[in-house]
């Protein structure tokens, strides 16, 4: 791993990357190198800054945070084709920077498609997740059936139909995709951010992965045994709270914290309730 320190913003971070099969995953990190290793995977629209208060906290914590830029996003690799985007890879793309790290598991935090990559990251690699942590993305299991079976959740999914057509990324800029950070100076970085991703490497992720109607019910039964902890802010019009019902029966360890007055990026929305709960399911609530 070449990694170099580099100043972004008013923070310091230290920065590498980690080679799967041949795509650069890029990433930033702060804690010393032997701490406990927590790998944080970003969603749509985002890239890895959105962990910065959380990357903080976790390094005063006693732990070594890891924040990935997804493939496709600021400074990984883009590949061309909606296929190098599949889950698989995407899943791939978490183990790379694990190993990256020297290690053979860690604690794995995602939001949104970071969420989705991080369940399936448990789900198919169970032995290298130690812990799980997911932000306003329920489990699969609860989504595919709120999506089979729930009008109001259908509607909400409007957005990634719309995503799914060809050309969608035609109708995206940098600046658009950056509405949603409040701080004037921090959607300035995002729109650096957003400038250097592909919007058809974004548009792949729906494309590849979203499921598509007719919805059907997911048969999957497998259960997770690491213990999970699941973030849910209320104010998410995407992703509708029913589809965290149920997550009990496939989880055997399972905190769920749910935020009224957060949105969908409820990392940034309530970063302090965020970084204690995560600190407090870790054990090192200081």
Known sequence: MISLILAFAALQFEHGTADSGGVKIHYASAGKTDAPLVVMVHGFPDFWYTWRSQMESLAAAGYRAVAMDLRGYNLSDKPAGSESYDMRLLVGDVLSVIRAEGRQKAIVMGHDWGGAIAWQVALNAPQMVERLIVLNLPHPRGLSR????????????????RFQEPDSHRTLTAQSLAGWVKDEAVRKLYVEAFERS????????YQ??????PYTASSDTRKLTMPVLLIHGLQDRALLSPALNGTWDWVEDLTLVTIPEAGHFVQQDATAKVTRSVLMFLGRDK
């Not at 709120?146 to 139909?161: D, G, I, K, V």
């Not at 592909?198 to 992720?205: K, Q, Y």
Request: net charge neutral; aromatic share 10%; glycine share 0%.
């Open 198 to 205: 592909s919007l058809e490497a974004m548009m792949a992720f």
């Open 146 to 161: 709120e999506l089979a079976n729930n009008p109001e959740q259908q509607r909400a999914s409007e957005y990634a139909r």
């Open 208 to 213: 590849r992965n979203y499921p598509r109607p």
